[in-house]
């Protein structure tokens, strides 16, 4: 390997320790070193696709991503023990099962009707910006499509028939589904003999609070990770992608800044009663990580954090709606994305939707958006069975598939912006977000403990 090699790793190394460096760590509020990381990988990932080789560029994806990915790989090295314990440490603190019917009915309420907005979201501004028109369509290859039947038996899925080897396969929808069972059985338990569940509830307290110890050491790491991560990516594709499906990614752009600002932003100021932009900045650690990861899941320990340290929401309520929304509150990757590929499908192979069609793509929509992975790309497999439903043609995914990783982190963000809504108001319906402690916070001192 040539010298470029050595000088481009001996830069990354350097920007490592910069990152690092006390003055840095202790001057520099926590939110703005992720920011600064993520334009220092960038940058650099930039300079190396436009300077180098194609095989010096892969060596040093392998350390890039040694890093990056090494980092995601500590988050959801939390993923497990995090999820159960945290559902079931929140459904028990509820006093009974009537807090159990209020908290767990407005949160689903909740993630439904923003998946519905965001469909329609996918539908409207796919529409507007005529994506997919006078794409290149000739010369692709079929692929096989799937059928309403994959819907089942995918839903069919979640139910835990095994839930060990549900969390082995890191399966967190049936794990999901499990911990509800189990927190709901004693919450149930607790009201007719509440010391029976005493040695349970200090069980799970005092293992959730090894997590949450676990959890901050980790969060530590974003700005390192996500240095990796952004010259990784931008070393690899640099922005050409943007130059033939630039139009789709600019309506992805619109469609996500229109969630969060309005739909979100709506949310927070008629049913919450705070600023939405201070909602914003202090929402912004768990945004940035979600953009770069590219993973509700693996942002989830540091949205949870976010909930409760940032948002001043009850950890009751916290521990709750992140898991859930990690795997449940899809907007972006399972409502506006298959939507507006669905509108792209159309465009480009000249096809015109009847009204039953849009029906139908909101309809399908909103389950992927209960339904979809929260991993990075996620959201293509309920993509395919969108437009496999709705009769269009699934070889549109390929289509879009070069700009996937630019759309996922907008997506993405945008998902886990949605989580972090849900938990203020359904919080705030409950009267377990601090209203007074979150607007008296000074963002500029404010960090993870530990950080």
Known sequence: MGASFFIWLAVFLLLLVILALPKFRAGVPFSLRVFIAML??????????????PEVSAELRRWFSLVGYGYVDLL????????????????LKLENTRELKVLGLRTITLFLSTAVVASI????????????AGVATAGL??????????????????????????????????????????GTAAVIESGKNKERIEPFKALIDSFVRVVIRLTRIIIG????????????????TGMAALADLGLFVLAIVAACAVQIL??????????????????????????????????????????????KNRLKVNSRVANFVGPIGAVMNMDACGGIFPAMVAVFAANAFGIVLEPFQYLLIVIVSVLASIGSAAVPMGATA????????????VEAVGLVAGVDFLVDMFRTSTNVTGDLTASVIVGNSLGEFDREAFNSQDFSELAPEGV
């Open 40 to 53: 220092l990988g960038g940058g650099t990932g930039l300079a190396i696709y436009a300077t180098q080789s």
């Open 76 to 91: 959801r090295m939390l993923i497990i023990p995090l999820v159960p314990t945290s559902i079931i440490a929140g459904l």
């Open 121 to 132: 979201l996918g539908l409207v501004i796919g529409s507007l910006f005529k994506v997919g």
């Open 141 to 182: 290859a079929a692929r096989e499509s799937q059928q309403i039947t994959d819907v089942i038996a995918r839903f069919r899925d979640f139910i835990p028939s095994n839930p060990v080897a549900a969390a082995a396969e890191t399966k967190i929808i049936p794990l999901v589904v499990f911990s509800l069972f189990i």
């Open 221 to 236: 790491l974003t700005p390192y990770g996500v240095l990796g991560l952004m010259a990784y990516w931008m070393s690899n």
């Open 262 to 307: 309005v739909v979100y932003g709506g949310l927070l100021t008629s049913l919450a009663r705070i600023n939405p932009f201070r909602f914003y900045r202090a929402a912004s650690p768990a945004m940035l990580l979600a953009f770069t990861s590219r993973s509700s899941l693996g942002t989830l320990t540091l949205t949870i954090d976010t909930m």
């Open 382 to 393: 309920f993509t395919i069975i969108t437009l496999s439903t709705v009769g269009l043609p």
